[in-house]
């Protein structure tokens, strides 16, 4: 039983393989590849919703990916409560799963997809949440147990069963496994890391980060009908989620702190892009005294009598954590040009989470001058910067500014502050370049 756990509180990964119930094998790899018979191989998807996840968007990708790179689309099965609330009862899920598994013929692999909510049962035991789970029925709990029993009872044939959970608690629900193993079937479980929980979906994306790059990973590095190549899937979407994850501030606004310590500035650190200091300067921003992607922003900034107020200026632990992104050789923007990940909904998403992690540092530190649009403007021509140096043919333009408004907005909604200049200046920009 291959198990992949994606944790959505915690950047734990854990990878175990074994072949026996008696010897466990820890190591710091997958095994390098799967081996199977795609026509005879099937995939389950299963989608509870819930408050916290973008549930139904996962399941559809991840079993969209699987029909076009891995088996066959008549084998996928996708099952969610947005559809259909009665499939997701405890017992239509065993029924499913079974008859799904029982499928499996020789040399084939059981794929087995889960989004939604986790509870801990007992101090060692979790349970997936059913759209009928009931704490006081244990006939609707669903543990790492269950599924291997549900295994048990129709004796599978799979060679492979690779179970992918996307959830809170994964890697204890992946733990648990290697307390009910099967005799004779390759086992190894993976919990993979996760951008922060409070960007789990990106309009971007269209699914959550640590789905996207997981279903990135498959497109790009599925060799062959038949060969799963495990550990390369496995290494590129821990690097991406890693990565995707530093470029994550977010302010607490009941702490009244960063999740993240940020280094304290030097002089040098502070430095502005030269044709940003030319707005701060009063300088002409037209005839291009800036990149032309961002002219239709830069006609919104005003001045007053004695020049840019303090509003105007983003806070100094703002520039430091931005070089800190666009490092060229060690930065998370970097190391996703790397691996190739940086595609237009990628580049699409980092600048609206740049935008959403610069108000949480602005908040943090100045909160009067955080709904400033002149702030505002300045910091999508600081994001915009930040991302064209590690990526020059990165776009960035008025959809990208549309986009980053609402993350933007967002924060500080979250922290009771005013949005409606901000929301005022977005509805400008969106009239005037007619998106």
């Known amino acids: 039983i291959g198990v992949v756990a994606h944790n959505m509180n915690t950047d734990r ?32 998807g299963l989608g509870i919703e819930n408050s916290t ?33 009665m499939a997701c009862v405890a017992s239509q899920i065993a029924k499913e799963f079974k008859r799904q598994a029982s499928q499996v013929r020789r040399d084939g692999i059981f794929m087995f997809y889960y989004a939604g909510a986790v509870v801990q049962i007992s101090e060692d035991r979790y349970s997936l949440v059913s759209s009928d789970f009931d704490s006081g029925d244990h006939s609707t709990f669903i543990t790492a147990e269950t599924l291997v029993s549900w295994l048990k009872d129709i004796q ?12 809170q608690f994964a890697d204890k ?5 290697y307390k009910n193993l099967l005799q004779s079937i390759n086992i190894s479980a993976i919990a993979l890391p996760v951008a922060n929980a409070q960007t789990t979906i990106l309009s971007p994306l269209k699914c959550s980060t640590c789905n996207y790059f997981l279903c990135q990973a498959i497109n790009t590095n599925f060799a062959s009908s038949g060969i799963f190549q495990l550990k390369r ?43 940003i200091s030319r707005i701060l300067e009063g300088d002409e921003v037209d005839g291009g005294r800036v990149p032309g992607n961002l002219s239709f922003l830069a006609k919104h900034f005003t001045r007053g009598a004695t020049g840019p107020s303090n509003a105007s200026f983003l806070h100094h632990y703002v520039d430091v954590w931005l070089q800190s992104a666009e490092n060229l ?43 400033s649009t002149n702030l505002v403007i300045i910091a999508f021509m600081r994001v915009s910067a930040t991302v064209t140096s590690v990526c020059p043919e990165a776009n960035v333009g008025a ?19 005013d949005t409606k200049s901000v929301r005022g200046l977005c509805d400008k920009v969106c009239q005037e370049t007619n998106i």
């Not at 991840?62 to 259909?84: F, H």
């Not at 996703?336 to 940086?342: F, I, S, T, Y």
């Open 13 to 44: 990964f854990l990878v175990v393989r074994t072949k026996d119930l008696s010897h466990f094998l820890i190591s710091k790899e997958p095994p390098e590849c799967i081996s199977y018979e795609p026509t005879n191989s099937f995939f389950l």
């Open 399 to 417: 959809e990208h500014f549309k986009l980053s408004c609402q993350c933007y907005s967002e924060v500080l909604s979250a922290c009771g502050l």
């Open 233 to 275: 899937i496995y290494d590129k979407t821990v690097t991406c989620c890693g990565a995707f994850s530093e470029l994550i501030v977010t302010y607490d606004p009941v702490l009244k702190c960063l999740n993240r310590q940020i280094c304290e500035p030097t002089l040098a650190a502070t430095r502005k892009p030269q044709y």
């Open 173 to 177: 629900i992946a733990s648990a496994f």
């Open 156 to 167: 599978s044939e799979a060679k492979e069963v690779l179970m992918i959970f996307s959830c």
């Open 329 to 371: 050789e060690t930065g998370p923007l970097a190391v996703l040009r790397h691996v190739n990940a940086l595609s237009e909904e990628v580049i699409s998403a980092v600048v609206c989470v740049l935008m959403s992690s610069l108000a949480s540092i602005q908040v943090a530190f100045e909160p009067a001058s955080a709904g």
């Open 53 to 85: 996840a973008p549930v139904e968007q996962d399941v559809k990708s991840i079993a969209e990916c699987v029909s076009r790179t891995v088996l066959p689309r008549s084998n996928v099965s996708v099952k969610v409560t947005s559809s259909n609330a």
